[in-house]
C-alpha cells in the first residue's frame, strides 16, 4: 500500500511546480537510470533516492533544510548535492512577454572556498555518519527582469531563473576531516583568521566562516586567544568512511 502511495505521489510531481531550471538539471544530471524521483517520506518529499540511499539537491538556503535533515539521519543516509557558481552569465528578459533583452558576462568569480557560505547554516550537520556532501562546481545563467518586485540589493530587479551551462567540476566530502583540504599545509598551530586570511588570500570574514565551520564539525579547536582574536588548532584525527 505504501509503495503504492508513494508511486502516485511520485506520478503526480510533488514539487516540479515550482521547481527552478537549476535543480531540475543537477537533478538530471546527477540521476542515474533506476534513480526515483520526488519520493514521500516521513512527511518530507525527497528529491532522489537510490537504493538505500536519499539525494538532496540544495542550490540555496541550507538553513530550510536544516529540518528536514535532522529528521531524516538518524535513520537514512543522505548525499546532499550543492551548486557553486565559478562563472555566470546575466540574462535580462522583458517584463511582459519574457523575451531577451541583453545577455553578458558577470564580472563574478567564484571558487570553492565559497560553499562556506551556505555550510555556516548546517556545520554540526556534517559529523553525522549518515551524511555526505558533494558541492559541483558549474557554470550558470541568470535570468533577471525589471519588475520592481526585487530586493533593495538587486535593485528591485527579480532573479526569475537560475539555469545550468556546464558543471565543471565535482568535490566529495564523506566527513568533517575532508574539509582541512582548505587549510594551508604549512599553517602554524595555533594560528588566527587573521594568520589564514594572510595564508589563503581571502577576505577576513570568509576565513572566520571556515575555521566557525570547522568548530562546530569538530575538526578544529580553540586552543587559546591573541588579544581579541581566537587561536586555533586541527582536532584529533578522525576515520573517514
Given at each position: 500500500m505504501e509503495q503504492e502511495k508513494q508511486t502516485a505521489a511520485e506520478r503526480n510531481g510533488i514539487n516540479l511546480k515550482n521547481e527552478r531550471s537549476l535543480h531540475a538539471a543537477l537533478k538530471q544530471w546527477y540521476a542515474q537510470p533506476q534513480d526515483r524521483f520526488e519520493v514521500p517520506l516521513a512527511g518530507y518529499v525527497?528529491?532522489?533516492?537510490?537504493?538505500?540511499?536519499?539525494v538532496e539537491i540544495q542550490t540555496?538556503?541550507?538553513a530550510a533544510l536544516r529540518p528536514k535533515l535532522q529528521a531524516l539521519l538518524p535513520g537514512h543516509k543522505v548525499h546532499l548535492l550543492h551548486p557553486v557558481t565559478l562563472e555566470k552569465w546575466v540574462v535580462q528578459v522583458d517584463q511582459k512577454d519574457a523575451s531577451v533583452l541583453s545577455r553578458r558576462k558577470s564580472p563574478y568569480r567564484g571558487a570553492l572556498t565559497h560553499l562556506f557560505t551556505e555550510l555556516v547554516r548546517i556545520p554540526e550537520l556534517v559529523a553525522h555518519p549518515n551524511l555526505t556532501l558533494e558541492f559541483v562546481l558549474i557554470k550558470e545563467e541568470e535570468v533577471r527582469c525589471r519588475d520592481g518586485k526585487g530586493s533593495k540589493h538587486r535593485k528591485h530587479v527579480s532573479l526569475r531563473d537560475r539555469k545550468l551551462l556546464q558543471v565543471v567540476s565535482t568535490h566529495r566530502f564523506t566527513c568533517a576531516?575532508?574539509?582541512l583540504q582548505f587549510l594551508p599545509a604549512?599553517?602554524?598551530q595555533p594560528f588566527s583568521n587573521k594568520t589564514l586570511a594572510a595564508l589563503l588570500h581571502l577576505p577576513l570574514p570568509q576565513c572566520r566562516q571556515i575555521t566557525y565551520c570547522l568548530r562546530k564539525m569538530g575538526?578544529?579547536?580553540?586552543?587559546g586567544k591573541q588579544g581579541n582574536e581566537l587561536l586555533f588548532s586541527i582536532g584529533?584525527?578522525?576515520i573517514c568512511l
Open positions: 525527497i528529491d532522489l533516492l537510490r537504493g538505500n540511499q536519499l540555496r538556503n541550507f576531516r575532508d574539509f604549512d599553517v602554524p575538526a578544529l579547536a580553540v586552543t584529533e584525527p578522525q
